[in-house]
């Protein structure tokens, strides 16, 4: 049996050492997460540097955009270039375009999805399954494909050269969407059905009280999408509008590629200011963004 | 009493013919609607599209012009898809694409019947070669284009080495391109052709891919003219004196020409055309003009293009489209055009009084319009570029990727032979010849 001054020392030494060995951890994990700080600080300026380009060339002048060495801060920043390329197109008129085509297809989106997932997920009815599948089988048509029919059809209804080709097909609802609602919708307990049925809900009370609440990040996702979906779609518009004053931004863009040459600076201008709207809706969409698609990817 | 009844009667008639006269004038007066489809670019632009808009409807009030303006990658999806529907062309575009030109009407009558315009107040090879399709005028050639070599004064300059001449032949051009390059500078001295049995190649020894009557292969792709041709791509690409295709990529603009590197002082000359000309002039670049090197004594050939503007087949008033037509792509519209944009008229009597017609560069632009177009051929042979050019691409590649020896080139061509005869022999039944 050890006497007392001799367990003393010990106990101060493995003190000692699990001091020593918390201080290391602590140490390696400090490293590890500057290591992973500097990872992702270097992974985010490599992704911001075709921003930063696009930003350095709209301040450039032409003979300056290819030289080399390449001058990332230009020395005489031609601020001017933005009034031109706005001078040049009407592309704040076309940022208005693109806005009320964005907000109609995010309202027609939030109409026909939940009506037709919740249908999906919660009913039962001949050919249910079929008709799944039916819809499925849609989003694997190329969109060109389409164009040529879809267009022969809005000339005889005589919607061509108006917002409605592209602004109609949101309120019957996107198969990508509508699959995504579905499996989120999968997800919600029926015991909550039950219960709101039990205090006198009906199918649409279930929905609107119950299901579209809690389907907030699938919905997220719904709005983000179709936001950046229809403010880049460019083949549609260029099918079936024709005013010169009803263009979306993506279109207006195209203006700068001319037939033998790119207006770079001004390009760039333009489209810098364009994403902007884009960057501000992720900015602020981001977490429920996240959060959605990850509750989607887990419990579907 | 009768003489009364039958002055009623007349009185009665009279009156109807008055009412149907003034209906059926009211009904003339009614205008007529023509759409034209066009682009926007800094040869034509916006403002110069709209005053040909409303100097025609201020000449013939009874037509009106509907006109949609669009981008330049936009323009092949619609037109394709329009035409492809059946329905919705317009009633006057550009049609560019070989596979529209069925879609085109014939105004050979119409332009024969006009007291204003006829085919001799245009370019001879542009009208012939881009306005007429299987013997039918099929639109009338607006603006002009074609491919020259810029060099940047500058960059010779600062290298000691003189202009090149109009009489350079394809070797100068490496040995120059050769003395402009620094690769400290990122600087090349030349660019490299963008494809096969275009100026350069014709220059050479007026080299075909193949014989005029579209029978045979053998003896012309991989004949001696051919091989000298293609021997020379190799020399250039050899010498390193150009960007790589993987550089062009990158740095090159729309595949049209290195515009971009041109105007940045990287290259030191360019095969480019005239809306770059503009474009470098805009920048304020210090460049000369010469034509495609050539071989003395050869024809010299130039590698050219019109814009066909054409009305639809399906046009329900081919009258008034004409109207419009003549008038845009006549002297009146390309006039607007050239003085608002920087348009280069397709009328000799026109493209005089261009704006900028005493500056060197449009001197040496003009030099080059007179040559045999490369075109001249291309244009009766459409199974070149509708499949042969593609049966042939192998030497192409994989010289400028420079995975053969020099003295491979001809039996690489001799590879050829097979696949671009079967190619040949299966294209022209369907294309003719």
Known sequence: MRTEPEQAPAALSIQRQLRRSAARRRVIRAMGHVLVYALMISLALLFMLPIFWMASTSLKMPREIFAWPPEWIPSEPQWGNYAEAFGKYPLARYMLNSAILVIANIIGGLVSVPIIAYGFARFEFPFKHALFLLMLSTMMVPGHIKLIPLFWLYQKLGLVDTYWPLILPAFFGNPFFIFLMTQFIRTIPRDLDDAARIDGAGAWGILYRIIIPLSRPALTVVVVFTFVWVWNDFLEPIIFLRDWNSYPISVGLAFFQGRYSVEWHLFMGATLVSIIPILVVYFFAQRHLIGGLASIGIKG | ?433
């Not at chain 2, 009874?62 to 329905?87: F, P, Q």
């Not at chain 2, 499949?387 to 010289?399: C, E, G, K, Q, T």
């Open chain 2, 1 to 433: 009493m009768k003489q009364s009844i039958v002055r009623r009667i007349l009185v009665v008639i009279s009156l109807l013919l008055l009412l149907l006269v003034s209906v059926g004038g009211a009904i003339a007066q009614e205008p007529v609607t023509i759409t034209w489809w066009t682009l926007a670019s800094a040869e034509s632009p916006e403002p110069a599209i709209r005053a040909v808009v409303e100097a025609f409807e201020a000449e013939h009030p009874n037509i009106k012009i509907d006109v949609t303006i669009m981008a330049e990658s936009a323009y092949g999806d619609l037109m394709n898809t329009a035409i492809g529907a059946g329905e919705g062309a317009p009633d006057i575009a550009y049609f560019w694409e070989a596979p529209w030109l069925p879609h085109t009407l014939d105004i050979t009558d119409h332009l024969e019947a006009d007291p204003d315009l006829s085919r001799d107040d245009y370019f001879e090879e542009y009208f012939n070669n881009w306005a007429v399709w299987n013997d039918r005028v099929v639109g009338l050639p607006f603006t002009v284009g074609a491919n020259f070599v810029m060099y940047n004064k500058d960059v010779f300059d600062e290298a000691g080495v003189d202009y090149p001449s109009a009489d350079w032949t394809p070797w100068d051009y490496i040995e120059i391109a050769k003395a402009l390059t620094d690769p400290d500078k990122r600087r090349w001295g030349g660019d490299r052709p963008r494809g096969p049995f275009r100026a350069v190649w014709r220059n050479i020894g007026a080299t075909k891919p193949y014989s005029d009557d579209s029978t045979t292969v053998e003896g012309y792709i991989n004949g001696e003219d051919s091989v000298a041709a293609y021997t020379w791509l190799w020399d250039l690409v050899d010498s390193g004196a150009t960007p790589t295709p993987a550089d062009i990529e990158v740095l090159g603009t729309e595949g049209t020409g290195p515009v971009d590197l041109f105007i940045a002082g990287r290259l030191g000359m360019a095969t480019l055309n005239n809306g770059h000309m503009i474009t470098a002039a805009n920048a304020e670049v210090n460049f000369g003009i010469v034509p495609e090197p050539h071989v003395p004594g050869n024809e010299r050939f130039v590698h050219a293009w019109a814009l066909r503007a054409s009305i639809w087949a399906g046009t329900e008033h081919p009258d008034e489209a004409y109207e419009f037509l003549s008038f845009w792509a006549g002297p009146e519209g390309q006039r607007i055009n050239m003085e608002i944009g920087a348009l280069m008229p397709s009328l000799p009597s026109v493209l005089e009084d261009y704006p900028d017609a005493e500056a060197d560069y449009f001197q040496g632009f003009l030099g080059v319009l007179n040559a045999t177009q490369t075109a001249e051929w291309r244009a009766t042979h459409p199974c070149w570029r509708g499949a042969v050019i593609r049966a042939v691409s192998d030497a192409w590649d994989l010289i400028m990727l420079g995975e053969i020896e020099r003295d491979e080139v001809q039996a690489t061509l001799d590879g050829l032979v097979e696949p671009a005869q079967a190619a040949l022999d299966e294209c022209v039944p369907r294309l003719g010849g």
